[in-house]
């Protein structure tokens, strides 16, 4: 390992844990004692730590520049004025520029209600000054797989995970992510099924609170007969389901069989899509419907479209709320919508990841399951 490279590692870790134990560090690395306690000798000297017996700690205040390198008008400096040492083969890269750790994110896909999440992370991942590294699942286990083992042979410091189904139990994914040496949080998915295996922490939307939402808002409009369109093979669907129920029976009203349809393509045809969604939209004017709740945007706006083919008037036919608040607002008829914290999920991931490389990494920080309300936003699909 090169001089930078290694003092480098000494600074960072000094960063995320606070102090450095020489002969530990020195068998971690493979190399001598005798090099980590020059190296440390010339940080000290440099006023980028402070040496203790055995090893350093990192200073209680802002790093003083490397000693030996002016401050003055003659340093060059950085797009944001700040200034910067001028490499050098023993001027390690201040921290401000080296990232405190990697993070590495996968996620089902990068198009559709993914970007919220991404961008929350990479807020996080900016104001902490942490490096991101994105893989991308598509939705295939096998690809998931890969890109976590990807990311733990590339070294980084935690992960941050959507597992492509709803749940992990029994999955290789599990154990992947169980067996893993760094910090694991899971986004968007639940992990109550999986608490005993390895230290797994998560945070994702409370997507039953979020159909609760849109059925309460429903019926204080004065609706009774309640419909919900889900996508059968979404993960958000049986949270989505679940909180529909609840929610119509903490309203005093009748379970309905036709009221609950799901839709069962897998492929993405638009055509055979439509078809489908038409057939669902027949059965449910047939059963009386006077609303409707449509798990995801795209799928409510086919919806409202076949609607109006079909000679009814949204809201006054047939009111309806999106799911997932992405393009809901770009209808013909402005849509009402259930908006899950994307971005917070994204954000919190980030923030809980970590905490856990912190000085109090070890068991002493208990492991959280953090759960955030959606909103609803309510437009002109669902005026009164």
């Known amino acids: 390992m090169l001089t930078d490279d290694r003092q480098n590692q000494i600074l960072r870790e000094l960063a995320l844990r606070g102090s450095i134990n020489a002969a530990e560090f020195a068998r971690r690395m493979g190399i001598s004692g005798m090099t980590v306690r020059r190296d440390l000798a010339l940080l000290d000297a440099q006023g980028l730590l402070q040496r203790v017996h055995g090893g350093a700690v990192a200073l209680a205040g802002p790093a003083r520049s490397p000693a030996g390198q002016g401050q003055g008008n003659n340093a060059p400096s950085n797009r944001e004025g700040r200034t910067m040492a001028p490499a050098g083969r023993n001027a390690p890269i201040p921290a401000k520029q080296r990232p405190l750790a990697t993070i590495g994110m ?28 994105l893989g991308v699942s598509n939705y295939s286990a096998a690809e998931e797989q890969r890109q976590i083992q990807r990311l733990l ?32 949080v899971i986004i968007e998915r639940s992990i109550d099924g999986v608490l005993d295996e390895g230290r797994l922490e998560s945070v994702r939307s409370d997507h039953a609170r979020g159909a609760e939402l849109a ?11 309640i419909a919900l369109c889900v996508r059968e093979s979404s ?19 009748p379970h309905d069989p036709a009221m609950t349809r799901a839709i069962t393509l897998s492929a993405t045809d638009p055509e055979t899509l439509r078809h489908e969604l038409d057939s669902i939209v027949g059965s449910f004017t047939d059963a009386g419907a006077t609303a409707a709740i449509v798990h ?16 009814l008037h949204v809201p006054g036919d047939l009111a309806l709320v999106a799911y ?61």
């Open 106 to 133: 996968i996620v089902p896909t990068a198009r559709y209600y993914f970007p919220g999440i991404i961008r929350g992370a990479e807020a996080a991942a900016q104001e902490l000054g942490v490096r991101l590294v």
């Open 235 to 253: 993960p958000t669907s049986s949270p989505v389901s679940d909180g529909y129920r609840k929610a119509m029976q903490a309203a005093g009203l």
């Open 324 to 384: 997932d608040d992405e393009i809901a607002s770009f209808g013909s008829v402005p849509m009402s919508a259930v908006a899950p914290p994307k971005f917070d999920v994204g954000y919190h991931g980030v923030q809980m990841c970590l905490n856990r490389l912190g000085p109090r990494r070890v068991s002493s920080l208990a492991l959280q399951r953090v759960i955030l309300s959606p909103t609803l936003v309510v437009r002109d699909s669902t005026a009164s």
């Open 296 to 311: 995801n945007d795209e799928d409510a706006l086919m919806f409202a479209d076949l609607c109006e083919a079909r000679g």
């Open 153 to 184: 042979k590339s070294g980084v410091d935690g992960l941050l995970v959507t597992p492509s189904g709803e749940s992990l139990a029994g999955t290789p994914t599990l154990d992947l992510l169980a067996s893993a040496e760094v910090p694991v």
């Open 215 to 225: 059925v309460n808002h429903l019926v204080s409009l004065g609706h009774r007969k």
